[in-house]
């Protein structure tokens, strides 16, 4: 395989998953017809012609199967979820309001672990009710991706049960527990954001804010010292927007589960 | 190529132009995405230059509106690469086609007559 095929089975990951599995194959094959034909040609800069007008299609078909995507997600919306993709869902919703509430209601501090902890616990649910939609279109990333999540929360959640707190396991300003707790959950939550842009099972906009949000709001990590420095009224705001739209990410992510059925050509939640 | 009932057919959709060129350019028989694309700028002369994603898009859009099918058929496999895809007109597609055709040639009808006076 030439490098020109390589770089364009690359560059097919612009398309939606559920696209690719089923066109990548014939797509690069056709590719590689087109390059065979341009090098028997002998034009000169036969190649880099043909990769001008490739990036074109690349670029305007891949958006169309996106906006298509789209089209198909919204119209699926007539179809009523199942019970437990409901309420699965509902659990979703639910987290994103925990972490965002503080932000439109002064709650006592108090409050915090069992807050965090419910957060945790709900994100959770939601990430095994997303699960089996996204597996139907990419089981090896939707695994990984879960995976993650699912860790990471849970991890979280049980020292803020444990009441393990900000255990120094070596002695150093980066040796923190909590740090790579928190590290670990804001990572996942983007990666996980990520991994759902690439499957494509729903909608971009939930994933989107999922994966700005968990980027921006790792700056308020307390272990980082950002929103206590010379610039830390702005790092505490960034962080407050990152979590506010961390947040609405799994809020829709939550909504579309509970309110959408699953895309045609995709089980159900509850097959 | 067996012949079409139009009675007991749905009404043939109207579609763009590039999946009409691509009905049209796999025609009676069974072509793969390459013979497509090339029989697409055989028909334009050249005017129209598919790339892969125009002709794998175009090809979901006509197979999830059932005017095209994929066959299971494959050549000998010596004289082809087994991972190619062939695809055939269903007979809506066939409907599809031929309506498409039957407008262009009245449109040419009527527009060659004025047209060849103008050129001479």
Redesign the interface.
């Known amino acids: 395989m030439s490098t020109h095929e390589r770089i364009y089975r690359r560059l097919l990951r612009l398309f939606p998953a559920a ?1 690719r599995a ?2 990548a ?7 590689a ?2 390059l065979r034909d341009a090098r028997e040609a002998g034009a000169p800069a036969g190649s880099l012609r043909l990769w001008a ?2 990036a ?3 670029l ?3 958006l ?2 996106h906006l298509e995507r789209d089209r198909t997600v919204a119209h699926s919306a007539a179809t009523v979820p199942s019970f437990s993709a409901r309420a699965l869902g509902i659990a979703g919703v639910l987290a994103g309001l925990v972490l965002i509430v503080p932000a439109v209601i002064a709650i006592d501090d108090v409050w915090y672990p069992p807050r965090i902890m419910l957060f945790n616990a709900l994100v959770i649910a939601l990430a095994v009710g997303l699960h089996r939609r996204q597996a139907a279109a990419s089981p090896r990333l939707a695994s990984v991706a879960s995976a993650l999540v699912i860790l990471a929360n849970g991890w979280y959640l049980g020292m803020v049960m444990l009441g393990v707190g900000d255990v120094n396991l070596f002695g150093t300003a980066i040796g923190s527990v909590m740090l790579f707790s928190g590290l670990f959950l804001w990572g996942a939550a983007a990666a996980y954001g990520a991994a759902s842009l690439a499957i494509g099972a729903f909608s971009r906009w939930g994933a989107v804010l999922l994966v700005i949000g968990s980027l921006v709001g790792i700056t308020g990590l307390d272990r980082f010292g950002l929103t206590h420095g010379d610039f830390g009224a702005f790092f505490d705001t960034a962080a407050q927007v990152g979590i506010a739209l961390h947040g609405v990410g799994w809020i829709l992510l939550g909504a579309e589960l509970a309110l959408r059925a699953s895309p045609r050509g995709e089980p159900t939640a509850s097959a | 190529m067996d012949t079409i009932d139009t009675t007991t057919q749905p009404p043939a959709p109207s579609l763009a132009r590039v999946p009409m060129y691509v009905l049209l350019a796999i025609g009676p028989g069974e072509r ?3 013979a497509i ?1 090339a029989e697409v700028a055989r028909m334009t002369d050249g005017a129209v ?9 175009t ?2 859009r006509l197979l999830d509106d059932g005017l095209i099918e994929e066959t299971d058929d494959r050549p000998d496999p010596d004289l082809d ?1 087994q ?3 062939y695809y055939r007109l269903t007979a809506l597609g066939q409907a599809a086609a031929s309506a498409h055709v039957r407008q262009l040639e009245a449109v040419v009808s009527a527009a060659r007559p004025w047209v060849l006076r103008a050129d001479a």
């Open positions: 696209f089923r066109y194959e014939p797509m690069a094959q056709l590719f017809d087109q007008r490739t074109g299609d690349l305007t078909s891949a169309s199967q | 793969h995405g390459y694309m230059r598919l790339g892969p994603g125009a002709v794998y898009t090809i979901k690469d991972r190619r895809r």
